[in-house]
């Protein structure tokens, strides 16, 4: 990937690696990285990190992919959207989004990455992720530059991260807002729980339905911990319907759900500032189409 800018008057005078970091959203290790590559031009020629520019000068940035450490593998993709800088793409419940040191295959990124060279893409990079049982919104990107752009913009407060769930019994009250901390009391294990000490996590929920002895609520993620809702829920003694972690075997098997009913539903950007480079993003919707756990259990519910 190559990036241009043309100093002007008011960007003239400061040095390459401010501009850089600025105006081109270099990260520091992006940075190291050129310089070390001599990928860092200044009117075609390498140029000092330090060196002060002047108006009419032009940086090029030559960023160089590394490739994926996993190999790639043909699989069906269902893409919500797709454009110079990323994927979005509806991922079903019960794959996992990326590789782990025990797992190199069978992933979503396997598949991405397939489609990607096909495409002609250098690289391929999970922004956000998803539990394996968790189905939803999930973005890639197509370098490690958009990579962290779209990063920073889902942990901005303004974009709506919205979920739905399945949980037993009714929510009391039926709307509102759960903050618990989230902690991990045993390393070796990865199941969280809700209540301090823990990190700051925060959920809003309104109740859309019930039906059969659970109810579908509506959840918007203000923070990102792992297991939150499933774990907050819980506590709130709602657990959700198939979590094999925090729910009831027995009320599992009654309900012959397989993996907790939780879907990544809806992504909207939204920025209350000037977001550069990903502004075209600002107010755009990803949905995905209702999961099978509302068809199979609320039916009357109607959505926007």
């Known amino acids: 990937m190559t990036l241009r800018f043309r100093v002007t008057s008011e960007t003239a005078g400061r040095q390459l690696q401010s501009i850089c970091r600025r105006e081109l959203h270099l990260s520091a290790a992006q940075l190291r990285k050129l310089k070390s590559e001599q990928g860092l031009l200044v009117n075609g020629s390498p140029a000092f990190a330090s060196s002060v520019l002047a108006?009419?000068?032009?940086?090029?940035?030559?960023?160089?992919?590394?490739?994926?450490?996993?190999?790639?593998?043909?699989?069906?993709l269902h893409i919500l959207y797709e454009d110079a800088l990323m994927l979005a793409?509806?991922?079903?419940?019960?794959?996992?989004?990326?590789?782990?040191?025990?797992?190199?295959?069978?992933?979503?990124?396997?598949?991405?990455?397939?489609?990607?060279?096909?495409?002609?893409?250098?690289?391929?990079h999970a922004v956000n992720r998803l539990d394996r049982d968790t189905g939803g919104v999930v973005l890639f990107a197509k370098n490690a530059w958009s990579c962290r752009l779209l990063g920073e913009a889902l942990a901005a407060p303004e974009t709506e991260k919205n979920?739905?769930?399945?949980?037993?019994?009714?929510?009391?009250?039926?709307?509102?807002?759960?903050?618990?901390?989230?902690?991990?009391?045993?390393?070796?294990?990865?199941?969280?729980?809700?209540?301090?000490?823990?990190?700051?996590?925060?959920?809003?929920?309104?109740?859309?339905?019930?039906?059969?002895?659970?109810?579908?609520?509506?959840?918007?993620?203000?923070?990102?911990?792992?297991?939150?809702i499933r774990a907050q829920f819980r506590h709130a003694?709602?657990?959700?319907?198939?979590d094999g972690k925090y729910g009831s075997e027995q009320d599992n098997r009654r309900f012959d759900q397989k993996g907790q009913a939780l879907c990544s539903w809806q992504l909207k950007f939204a920025f209350t500032t000037p977001a550069g480079e990903l502004e075209y993003l600002n107010g755009r919707v990803f949905r995905t189409d209702l999961p099978e756990f509302v068809k199979k259990y609320f039916s009357n519910v109607k959505f926007d």
């Open 163 to 228: 979920y739905l769930a399945a949980v037993y019994g009714v929510p009391d009250p039926p709307g509102g807002r759960i903050e618990l901390p989230i902690r991990r009391p045993d390393p070796r294990d990865l199941r969280r729980e809700a209540g301090e000490p823990g990190e700051a996590a925060a959920t809003e929920y309104s109740l859309l339905e019930t039906a059969q002895g659970c109810s579908l609520v509506r959840l918007r993620l203000l923070t990102g911990r792992t297991h939150q």
């Open 237 to 242: 003694g709602c657990p959700l319907l198939g």
């Open 55 to 76: 108006p009419g000068d032009e940086i090029i940035a030559l960023l160089r992919e590394d490739l994926p450490d996993y190999p790639p593998e043909p699989g069906e």
């Open 89 to 124: 793409l509806d991922k079903p419940q019960g794959i996992i989004v990326h590789p782990t040191h025990s797992r190199n295959t069978g992933t979503l990124a396997n598949a991405v990455w397939s489609y990607l060279l096909s495409e002609g893409e250098e690289g391929c």
